[in-house]
């Protein structure tokens, strides 16, 4: 008679091999997508999965206690989805959907398939983002949960995880488990270590975590001998990487460890010979997820904090606003948290670290981390700002780019924002920010111009239900706005007009004030022109640039920022099929160091400058 | 009597105090600077430049035996200048100019400043810089070159650098060397290790580095030990990192080796003070340099290789054309190279790598890295050219804003564009690439729809003095051109016109064939659309679109990219005050898997959505 642990491994296998099947088929019926990939891992997956160790309340996927499992390595998504409908998350024939246009089951997981805890496919970000769950779950939600990353071996060239890796041992992050599926070919051939496991674990493990090393990860006993170590282990502080030598193709002997065959499935002649090579089907066979451990969610009451008011005319930096901000609005959002790349003292989140250290992370200077950190904790519930100088967010457009995929609605905030930042130069100087964030689909791109629309901006973009860019000016800016004045997301402030404005004038941020100077000086000139604050260039106020265009003979538009893909473009594609033509004010000379008020003029985007461009159209 | 060692140090110890008088000086005169990140460095820099070890020819800078000096830590520039002024390449007078609007010495190192190997300031860039340059002397120029790379410990947070490290190893590049600045002290605080020298070591040991400590960076014995292995080791094919204790602000006992004091300069006050404590000045006081190893230049010859030749009607993936172009232009550029980020089979430039091995570099998953190689490869006169996923470059995003401030001019290349990629989904598709590469000041946009358009395009590019981009596409379209059709920088093509056209539609890549085919269906229907092929995006033929929409009643834009910062907004931008409404078709829609012409359609920039609505345009 067979003995438990006999009965439990004969399941295991039966899993293995029908999972192995159902790789197969989904992938030949869609004609594309990586059978070898999700091959070498589908015993550790399985043994992860359905072995009374992964802990998931498939009727309350939200429970703050289950772990999460998230596949860094996306492009194994066919293993992925196989799990899931071994779990009985998907029928079986679903999975013939794979690829399909329209089908939740994407080439690479989103969040159209609802058990994807993060959409992956750009290798080297799944690291990050379970860095950031396992973060939420120990130092906020206090909870149980485990967080376990499936990596690549390719992937691990990647700096990203090499981040993570810093900053979960930092943090540690004892819930967080990496398991890396060593199957030692990447696309186009070998990886730089090959089958080498202790080369991993040799570079792995100095930085801080526990490294268990599985000789063989397609046998059972090593795979479970090696996950008991989760549990005898305790609280150690030390997150844990599993590095396990894998044969990409395992199952199918043709394709076995041998190159040329990443992201091809097997065709229709060879089809039926593969599936009789992987045995009899048990299309009945399904697992068994554990129970997470029964913990009781425990949300920290938060406390009202006194911010500066501000009076019309007071002299305060739009970047102060941002961290007055945040500390007034800690009551009103709970799960509001904030994340800094170091320069907490010049993005001036440190305001909030101060008040609300427990609410704070320390990123240091590893942006790329910090967004799949801040996607971690969105996927989590908190309403992570992420914030650095704007130029520096650029270094993680690409973990930027995936959180629709996620819909993970991080809150970024730019500051140092074009070349009115001065002396430093333009490696500080944001100006391609604006073009970065307009590119994210259904994300808000607000740029305020005094301390007022500020407060009221990281309110509404803590509020909304999408990705959201908050650009901030280093110098300081007079409060133009009342206290009570209302900003909504798509909104502008027609700031001056008059029944007969020949002309107008679309700024926002430190460009709104010079406007406002160069409406004096054409008045006095005895030219009208209308200065609207354009706070909201993602969605932007259509029908009142419209109204301003036919009521005027001229727009100008002027931005620090580079001409492409910022507010000049945005307005023109408002204006796209409107006949008043606009003038684009913008950065079009190399930038320097300099002070702010030499670099904007030499720009051709200070008050003077607007001014005469204007007049030379007028006279031209 | 002194030694000639003791005379030796006596010199080196009134360089330093002399160098710290003017990192002193240069920043309170600015009003701004990082003084305290330049004084923990000094005795390193000036123990590796001026006792006899860095090896450069001031009358020949180019000199390929020359070693390369790189500010990392960018910031540092006080002390960088300082150090070129000792070497009598500045006037001190003209430190004085620092962060001056219109001085070379910028706030943070830029090309402005010709001694400046490559533009710094955007932390963790450095290394990967430098690497690229090392690859550059061992294995195109073989020559005696060394780079030096001067880190700070801050910036180790960043992956970038872990690329670089690994990279590095795998080239077993012994003529890089890392100078760690271990100062403690980041912006808003201590670092991740604070002054555990050790703690480095472990981490970057591992990777195949040679790690020597420097327990006391400020004491030249000490360092000039240390700096010996470097004479005595020969070519081990390592690395080399010092790992050196420094203080944050040495020198000045108010701030050593205190938080606070980042990036401030000191205050006139103070400054009297400061001076004297730093002792009597010699102001004529200058290091020398030594000479490099005579060296012979070995410039590879080169070889012809035929590549295919195209017709027609031929359907040929301009992915595909590009690795042809790239074979075929090898002999035409001697200094063409070409680097991947693991997925020339996809991006086709194995075609490259098969033929010309020596002229390749496999870079792995890690893009930052790739593109500071490539950036240094370029400012050693190379013409890189970097392939990989258009939707991958977004990770080296902040990498390419940084090459115009080095004037380095390397040619991207991203493939996989858009979402006629199909069923892998958007993870993988490029959809913001053109927003991104628009916004590089004097950088090309290119974007064949065929295969004889793309070999052109890429001859323009190797041969154009600048950053340049050039978008591919996964799938076939048609040769639409005769093979000696000609291409120019800014240029486009009207392929169909009438002297009663009513439409123009503008496009470029595969929406241009959809624009072909809307065309005739349009036609059919009565109505005659002007098609143009927006081959260079970035400059465009600016007087062929204003032709074209002086000509006709409406323009078209059509582009399988966002709509912020592409073709849509290009063509906004070129007409932005002409009256003829313009519409931009593009990705609007959340992208999905699925088949490319699905996607297409699903988007409304298939010919059958574009003749759609064109037509109710028409009859609006």
Known sequence: ????????????????????????????????????????????????????????????PD???????????????????????????????????????????????????????????SLGQGLSIGFGMALSARYLDKSPSRTFVLLG??????????????????????????????????????????????????????FGWRCIVIDDGHDHAQVRKAFEALETAGHNDQPTMFIARTIKGKGIPALENEG??????????????????????????????????VYQPNLPASRGIDAPDYSIGDEVATRDAYGNALVRLASKYPTLIALDGEVCNSTRSKRFRDEFPDRFFEMFIAEQNMVGAATGLALRGKTPFVSTFAAFLTRAFDQIRMTPYSDAHV????????????????????????????????????????????????????????????????????????????????????????????VTL???GITLHECLSAHQTLKDAGVNSRVIDLYSIKPLDHATIRKAADQTQVVFTVEDHFPEGGIGEAVLTSLSDHPTPVNCLAVRKRPLSGSSEKLLDAEEISAAKIADAVRRWMTR
């Open 411 to 502: 809150k970024f905030v730019g500051s140092h924002c074009g070349v009115s930042i001065g002396q430093d130069g333009p490696s500080q100087m944001g100006l391609e920010d604006i073009a970065m964030f307009r590119t994210i689909q259904d994300g808000l791109v607000l740029y305020p111009c005094d301390a007022v629309s500020t407060e009221a901006l990281v309110d509404l973009m803590a509020a909304h239900d999408s990705v959201a860019y908050l650009r901030t000016t280093r110098g300081k800016t007079p409060v133009i706005y009342d206290s009570d004045e209302e900003f909504v997301v798509g909104g502008c402030k027609v700031l001056r007009q008059s029944d007969d404005d020949q």
């Open 1 to 60: 008679m067979a003995t438990a642990t006999e009965t439990q491994k004969e399941h295991l296998e039966e899993l293995c091999q029908q999972i192995r099947r159902w790789i197969v088929r989904c992938t030949s019926h869609a004609g594309s997508g990586h059978p070898t990939s999700s091959l070498s891992a589908v015993e550790l997956m399985v043994d992860l999965m359905f072995d009374n160790r992964f802990r998931f309340d498939l009727d309350q």
């Open 153 to 206: 071996d390719s992937e691990m060239a990647e700096g990203s995880q090499w981040e993570a890796i810093q900053l979960a041992a930092y943090y540690k992050l004892d819930n967080l488990i990496g398991i890396l599926d060593v199957n030692r070919l990447g696309q186009r051939g070998e990886t730089m270590y090959g089958h080498d496991l202790q080369a991993y674990r040799d570079r792995i493990e100095p």
């Open 260 to 293: 040329g065959h990443h992201g091809k499935p097997v065709d229709d002649d060879a089809l039926g010979k593969i599936l009789s090579q992987l045995g009899e089907p048990n299309e009945s066979i399904r697992g068994q997820l554990a129970e997470p451990i």
């Open 506 to 508: 679309i700024a926002a």
């Open 63 to 121: 429970n703050p206690a289950n772990d999460r499992l998230i596949f860094s390595k996306g492009h194994a998504s066919p293993l992925f989805y196989s799990l899931w409908a071994a779990a009985g998350q998907i029928q079986p024939d679903d999975l013939m959907s794979y690829r399909e246009f329209g089908s939740k089951l994407e080439g690479h997981p989103t969040s159209r398939f609802p058990r994807t805890e993060a959409a992956t496919g």
